[in-house]
């Protein structure tokens, strides 16, 4: 090995946030690399400070710039904050994919659904199956988490062993899926492990997680015990509940139903490599129609308060022909994400309205977390003795506080938020760069930078309101008389019952009235005169300062 050939960690995003997780390795001489990219999830919009935003990507640039130094791609496991960029994003890398067979087979379809091709995916064996990827050698080493076949990445380089833990948890017993092997992590770790990077999600919670064969028997009574029409919402991609749902519903003599497009996804995908063989059977939406409430059970999505998923849709009239009533049960089997509090709430406000009786797992009976606590990050810690330990998914408080529950176990623990370039080859690690990171928009089929100013000017309209002015010149440099004015999300009334567009307009004409023809020539000048007027109106009567659109039209002699 040349000693100017160095091993890097790069998060680009994933690492002081939950969600949107892409992290870079790179192996090679400064600045020449050879990469390899973990992960291309993806995070979710909210109202307040990305309205009319669908879905958020991490920002590749950094990677874009240095796309001939990339190898490959691995995804870690089938969560849309892992493998949901996929498909919006491989335009921009053309690399090969690797991921297990129920992770591909969910990458394929969001390829498809782009018109990409999905042979770009390669299925991938589990541990100690081995893939090259320039100077690295990975493998997929199983994991238990809320999804089926989560996989750690053992990654192998010419300067050690890393072991990047995707999300995880350690269940013996998850119900679907693979459960947590100690044997197997210890003998992946035999060779000695470099760096640990480790998911840090519930790393507060000092309590042993809880498998999630532990919530199957608590479903069966509550659902035996309903009496009108049962709903219960999850995590579309929680298989193992989902199947634990419909057992449940099964055993207590209900069809069940279906409903959310992830939800027949997930199940489908799941069948198709023959992860879930029992499965009870499901009847469509149009078929539940025809049963009898206490004979139904709908499985939906929605449990974080989506406002076009089938929870909230239902929680707001009809959804399929299906409309919940007094006496109704409605479940979520799920953890409120942060930030999602307000959505939820709505929806079980909206469903009290109607007279659904709402269970949560506020008694934790109902629902299990799929991410490690304490106590089983310490258990790895323990399990690969890292020379390292690198925290990542978790926002910033998270990382701080994984890196203490390392260092005080006399490891080498490092806070490496997005952006933070670490080099890995010698004893200590130490920051070398610093990538620029952020975010980028999918705004209906166009993907817009978080600083490129469409939500921002998006913010501002919903905040301030939204005023357009029209004037004519004539060939003269004269303002025509006629200017007019449009007023959105402004009150239309002021002052008891004045308009105050015409307002407005009152005031322009007077202030245009004695405009000079220097001015009335020059387009910006005409327009930061308006745009001033428009405002010292909007403030004195409203107390708004609004956006402010001008439209001059000039008029030239034939």
Known sequence: MSGQDRLIYLPLGGAGEIGMN??????????????I??????????????????????????????????????????????????????PQIKKPIHAR????????????EKGLDPKVVTTAAPFPAMINAGPFTVGF??????????????????????????????????????????????????????????????VFSKHEGRSESEVAPNLKPLV?????????????????????????GEAAGRSICLMGRAMRRMTEAAREEGILTDFPKTISPE?????????????????????RAASAQLSRGKYFGMELKNGDTFLFSSKTIPGNEKDVARIMNNLSEQGVDV???????????????????????????????????????????????????????????????IELTGNQPKVVDHIETGRTYLDGSALVGQFDGVVRDRIRMALNGHVVVAVMVDDDNEVLEDTWVDIRGLPEVVR??????????????????????????????????????????AQDEIGKRPEVTVLITRLTAE
């Not at 015990?225 to 449940?248: C, D, E, H, P, Y």
């Not at 020059?522 to 930061?528: C, H, I, R, T, W």
């Open 22 to 35: 892409a992290y870079v390795y790179g192996y090679g001489k400064p600045g020449k690399e050879r990469l």
């Open 37 to 90: 990219l973990v992960d291309l999830g993806i995070a979710f919009p909210d109202m307040d400070t990305t309205p009319g935003v669908d879905i958020i990507v991490p920002d590749i640039t950094w990677l874009t710039e240095n796309i001939d130094r990339l190898e490959a791609v691995f995804i870690t496991h089938g969560h849309e904050d892992h493998v949901g960029g996929v498909g919006h994003l491989y």
């Open 101 to 112: 067979g129920f992770t591909a087979n969910l990458a394929r379809r969001k390829l498809q």
């Open 141 to 202: 080493l199983p994991v238990s988490h809320s999804i089926p076949e989560s996989n750690a990445l053992v990654i192998d380089s010419p300067a050690g062993r890393i072991i990047h833990t995707g999300d995880f948890k350690i269940d013996r017993s998850p119900v679907v899926g693979e459960p947590f092997d100690d044997a197997l992590w210890a003998e992946a770790s035999k060779p000695g492990v470099r760096a640990l990077v480790c998911d840090s999600t519930n």
């Open 224 to 248: 035996k015990a309903a009496k009108g029409m049962f709903v219960a919402t999850t995590f579309a991609s929680n298989v193992a509940r989902l199947q634990s749902l419909a057992i449940a």
């Open 287 to 307: 078929e539940a129609a025809d049963i009898p409430r206490e004979n139904l059970m709908l499985i939906v999505t929605g449990s974080q308060g989506e406002r």
């Open 359 to 421: 269970v949560t797992d506020d008694d934790g009976l109902y629902h299990v977390s799929g991410h490690a606590n304490r106590p089983d990050l310490e258990a790895v810690h323990k399990i690969t003795n890292p020379q390292i330990v690198i925290p990542m998914h978790g926002e910033h408080r998270h990382l701080r506080e994984h890196a203490k529950v390392a260092d005080a176990a006399g490891r080498v623990g490092v806070v490496a938020p997005n952006g933070t370039m």
């Open 496 to 537: 008891g019952s004045a308009s105050l567009s015409e307002i407005m307009e009152e005031h322009l004409a007077g202030q245009l009235a004695r405009v000079d023809t220097r001015t009335a020539n020059d387009d910006e000048k005409l327009e930061a005169l308006i745009v001033k007027g428009i405002r010292k109106v």
